[in-house]
């Protein structure tokens, strides 16, 4: 049992570029979440899914998309790298919204 | 703005003490309350999860929730070294689409 997974761990952007986080898991889970954890600054919530097909916006979206076509997969895509997007990106994911969350573990994303 | 305050420490205590970490929330209509540890370069673990008034005791670890002082508390008894971590509170209000709410942290240091 994986859990939640992530790929990759480490990446290094330039600016302008673009990329893919992957975030898969096999706990037949309807929500998933992206969230990104800057020093000194907790979890921020990117985009939320709360089953295939649905989307949602959270705290801090710009210069994000998302997209869940399956209940295992939620990637996140980067468009036009900026050093402001250099962070820990976690992706997460919980049987239902009241319920405590699985975390991957972790994409670090430097823009330069 | 929902928000979740931690005193973000660093809080230091002996080997074998109490630990307590508090936390406050902004939004009244909060009903999942969970505490998170992560250490250095990992991802965040789920260690306990409180839903009503009062207490709940797993092991060493007591989370305190007083929902009309807006307030939830963790207690580590007989610390060891590898508590050492930084503990995230986090709140769900359960409303339908919502995510957790996470603070920043309080570091905790257990001295051998």
């Known amino acids: 049992n994986a859990g939640v997974t992530q790929t990759p761990k480490f990446r290094i952007l330039k600016i302008g570029q673009s990329m893919t986080l992957q975030c898969t898991q096999d706990?037949?889970?309807?929500?998933m979440y992206w969230y990104r954890q800057d020093p000194g600054m907790g979890l921020k919530l990117i985009y939320y899914?709360?089953?295939?097909?649905?989307?949602d916006k959270g705290e801090v979206p710009n210069g994000y998309n998302v997209s869940r076509s399956t209940t295992e997969d939620f990637p996140l895509r980067l468009e036009l790298a900026a050093p402001s997007q250099t962070s820990v990106y976690f992706c997460a994911s919980s049987y239902a919204g009241e319920y405590g969350y699985t975390f991957g573990s972790g994409t670090r994303l430097t823009v330069v | 703005q929902k928000e979740v305050e931690q005193n973000s420490g660093p809080l230091s205590v002996p080997e074998g003490a109490i630990a307590s970490l508090n936390c406050t929330y902004s939004?009244?209509?909060?009903?999942?309350f969970f505490w998170y540890r992560q250490y250095s370069g990992k991802s965040p673990e789920l260690i306990m999860s409180?839903?009503?008034?009062g207490d709940k005791e797993d092991g060493r670890f007591t989370a305190q929730l007083n929902k009309a002082s807006q307030y939830v508390s963790l207690l580590i008894r007989d610390s060891q070294p590898s508590d050492s971590a930084t503990y995230l509170c986090a709140v769900n209000s359960n409303q339908a689409g919502t995510a957790l709410i996470f603070g920043k942290g309080t570091t905790l240091s257990v001295s051998s």
């Open positions: 409180i839903y009503s008034n």
């Open positions: 706990m037949n889970h309807n929500y």
């Open positions: 899914s709360v089953g295939a097909g649905i989307t």
């Open positions: 939004d009244r209509v909060s009903q999942s």
